[in-house]
């Protein structure tokens, strides 16, 4: 079965600086792998997904994030965050398969101060 | 862009009510799912939908829950009878499947039961 651990509950960055999020996950075979950004009381919004091919995969609001195999892990970048960026981010994983079920990480609640 | 419909946004029940969580998924999709988020945790998976049956379901999802497609287009989750531990946000999501394929999520339904 897989899983998803995001070792960072909370992280604060300042607005303009770089962001990293960690994710490192547990499947045995290829996985699919996701970030996922939700604002107080909302929805879930896709910020990019990795099936295959390019390790560093582009997302919406100039987000990006690099599968490690070796490390097991996918995390999630942003070279100038913004105070819009404050939300909490979710790491999935889905198995190979195309409908199978996304397993969430814990969450990371990222803040930005000015 | 095609969206997955949730409605209502928010329902108040009463312990031991019935409740049914109603989901329009994108017309081209065909695997449904439903995942619950309790405040504060994370998202977990309650239970998978294709070809008009369960095709998987979470230990969460027990005998009070159910689902049903009743028609071409709507994708409902019943409680039978609430209990104060089902106060959530239930998200409600589909995908085309195959080998590329990304979820799309509704912007959930919270629920709240007193």
């Known amino acids: 079965a897989q899983s998803v651990t995001q070792p960072d509950i909370h992280i604060t960055v300042s607005e303009g600086a770089s962001l990293e999020l960690r994710c490192n996950y547990s499947?045995?075979?290829?996985?699919?792998l996701f970030w996922y950004v939700q604002s107080p009381g909302q929805g879930l919004q896709l910020l990019l997904k990795y099936f295959s091919g390019d390790t560093l995969v582009q997302g919406i609001k100039g987000f990006e994030a690099e599968f490690k195999r070796s490390q097991s892990s996918f995390n999630l970048r942003k070279p100038s965050v913004h105070w819009s960026d404050a939300a909490e981010y979710f790491c999935a994983v889905g198995a190979f398969g195309g409908f199978q079920k996304l397993v969430f990480g814990t969450g990371t609640r990222l803040l930005v101060s000015p | 862009e095609p969206e997955v419909t949730q409605t209502p946004s928010h329902q108040v029940t009463q312990m031991g009510q019935e409740v049914i969580l109603r989901c329009v998924p994108i017309s081209n999709h065909l695997y449904f799912y439903w995942y619950r988020q309790i405040l504060g945790q994370k998202v977990e998976f309650l239970v998978s939908f294709y070809n008009n049956e369960i095709s998987e379901k979470s230990e969460i999802f027990d005998d009070q829950f159910s689902v049903e497609r009743p028609d071409g287009s709507n994708f409902t989750l019943k409680i039978r009878s609430t209990k104060l531990e089902d106060s959530a946000m239930y998200f409600c999501?589909?995908?085309?499947?195959?080998?590329?394929?990304?979820?799309?999520f509704g912007s959930g339904t919270r629920l709240t039961v007193v």
């Open positions: 499947y045995g075979a290829t996985p699919y």
């Open positions: 999501a589909s995908t085309t499947g195959g080998n590329n394929y990304g979820y799309t």
